[in-house]
């Protein structure tokens, strides 16, 4: 099993009812262990546990299920256990179906969560299935769920929509997923100053059966390319012209070409829209922002979705290349302006011109970190000017790559 159908497996575990006596076989079988080698645990033949209700594989995991309230107490229970040490366990876990702590025995790493959130910690126990050279995987269980979960919904609307599938359409439907990608990190980041606020408009809006739900994000594109800035007229007079209707008007300008040009959305099924409100429903404050485009890269591409995109370069070593080139300059300019309001305007309108250019770019890893340590700076502006709900100025034209 790859890290992809791990997280599948273990997340529709934790989605069922809690079996206490069920569990550890339905946890080991979640990381491939084939039905024989189930079927000897059960029947105690290769169970070493020595602590009641255990199970205990060599060489891999020590389990136990407990009554409620009892997880700490098991959990030393089965690091103290003579047994763990001489099955070289690698792991112990122990839960009682609302609380699960488990400890890594070779590195001392722990996870220590509810039960219902044990899928975002999946990462942690890849080893079980043999996994151990890629630590990013190991290390971004949220990004890899959120991708496995957008590539999913990529899948199923191309099963409804055939014809965004061809090479004519499919640079498309690939726009369509960047916006997606876009909007569940903004409504969860203070971008759209509400958090839940995609997510939650389509889950009101449309219909559970689907039908209009394509007509719904479409509006929501179609305002965000809006403008709301009055230019001599009433802030809502561009919104009023384009009939921008009112679950979508809440929804801010973005400026740069994201949202720009065609607004068509892909019609959905109903598993197409479950599976949109269960990725807006992950906590995307969780996911790296170092691993946005490459998530795009993941589904869009058909060599890359099986591979989850996971080869990027992490937000210390981009920034050890954006810090000296232009970003501590800013922050100096920030921490000389003080509270003065016109040396904060001049550095804000400064930033607004900056371009940044990736003559390397390949997901766009280097712009998306330039582009959130821009804004986090003007967020500082506008927060001493006073106007901390003001739109960012920043355009997102400003950052290319070849």
Same mark, same amino acid.
């Given at each position: 099993?790859?890290a992809?159908e791990i997280?599948?497996?273990v ?5 069922l009812?809690?079996?206490r006596?069920?569990? &550890? ?7 491939g262990?084939?039905a024989?080698t ?15 209700g255990?199970?205990?594989q060599?060489?891999n995991?020590?389990i136990?299920t407990?009554?409620?309230?009892a ?5 030393k229970?089965?690091?103290?256990s003579?047994k ?10 122990a @839960?009682d ?5 488990a ?6 790493e ?10 975002n ?9 043999g996994i151990?050279t890629v ?6 269980s949220?990004?890899?769920?959120? @991708?496995?979960?957008?590539n999913?919904?990529y899948v199923?609307l191309?099963?409804e929509? &055939?014809?965004w599938?061809?090479a004519?359409?499919?640079p498309?439907?690939n726009h ?5 990608i876009?909007?569940f ?7 759209f100053r509400?958090?839940g606020?995609?997510t939650s ?8 059966e689907?039908?209009?739900t394509h007509?719904?994000i479409?509006n ?5 390319? @809006? ?7 009433p ?10 209707p009112p679950?979508a008007?809440?929804f ?7 949202f ?6 892909p ?15 992950l906590n995307?404050k969780q996911?790296?922002p170092d691993?946005f485009g490459?998530?795009?890269q993941a589904?869009?591409?058909d060599?890359e ?8 370069t992490?937000v210390p ?11 501590n ?10 509270d ?13 011109k900056i371009?940044v250019?990736?003559?390397?770019c390949?997901?766009?890893n ?10 986090a700076?003007?967020?500082?502006i ?8 003001r739109?960012?100025d ?5 950052a290319?790559?070849?």
């Amino acid at each position: 099993m790859n890290a992809v159908e791990i997280e599948q497996a273990v997340t529709d575990l934790a989605a069922l009812p809690f079996d206490r006596a069920e569990f &550890p076989f339905a946890f080991l079988e979640a990381f491939g262990n084939k039905a024989t080698t189930i079927k000897k645990l059960r029947s105690g033949s290769s169970n070493a546990s020595d602590v009641p209700g255990g199970i205990l594989q060599r060489s891999n995991i020590h389990i136990a299920t407990c009554d409620p309230g009892a997880v700490e107490h098991t959990l030393k229970t089965l690091r103290e256990s003579p047994k763990t040490a001489a099955a070289k366990a690698k792991f112990i876990l122990a @839960t009682d179906g609302e609380d699960l702590q488990a400890e890594d025995l070779v590195n001392g790493e722990s996870v220590a969560c509810t039960y219902a959130d044990f899928p975002n910690h999946f990462g942690a126990f890849l080893a079980l299935a043999g996994i151990t050279t890629v630590k990013q995987i190991r290390e971004n269980s949220f990004d890899i769920r959120a @991708t496995s979960k957008l590539n999913k919904l990529y899948v199923e609307l191309l099963k409804e929509n &055939p014809d965004w599938a061809t090479a004519e359409r499919r640079p498309d439907m690939n726009h369509f997923m960047a916006r997606l990608i876009f909007c569940f990190f903004a409504e969860d980041t203070d971008i759209f100053r509400s958090e839940g606020l995609f997510t939650s408009t389509v889950d009101q809006m449309s219909d559970r059966e689907s039908s209009n739900t394509h007509t719904i994000i479409s509006n929501i594109f179609r305002a965000m390319d @809006t403008s709301t800035r009055h230019e001599g007229k009433p802030d809502d007079h561009y919104r009023k012209a384009a009939n921008i209707p009112p679950h979508a008007d809440v929804f801010p300008y973005v400026n740069g070409a994201l949202f720009s040009g065609s607004v068509e959305v892909p019609r959905f099924t109903r598993m197409a829209r479950s599976y949109l409100l269960h990725i807006g429903g992950l906590n995307w404050k969780q996911i790296n922002p170092d691993i946005f485009g490459s998530m795009i890269q993941a589904v869009a591409d058909d060599e890359e979705r099986g591979a989850l995109g996971m080869h990027y370069t992490s937000v210390p070593n981009i920034l050890k290349v954006l810090n000296p080139l232009f970003l501590n300059d800013l922050r100096a300019q920030l921490e000389e302006a003080g509270d003065s309001g016109r040396k904060l305007l001049n550095l804000r309108n400064r930033m607004a011109k900056i371009r940044v250019f990736d003559p390397a770019c390949g997901s766009g890893n280097f712009l998306v970190i330039a582009y959130k340590q821009m804004r986090a700076i003007e967020a500082e502006i506008n927060e001493r000017r006073g106007e901390k709900e003001r739109d960012s100025d920043i355009p997102l034209t400003k950052a290319c790559g070849h």
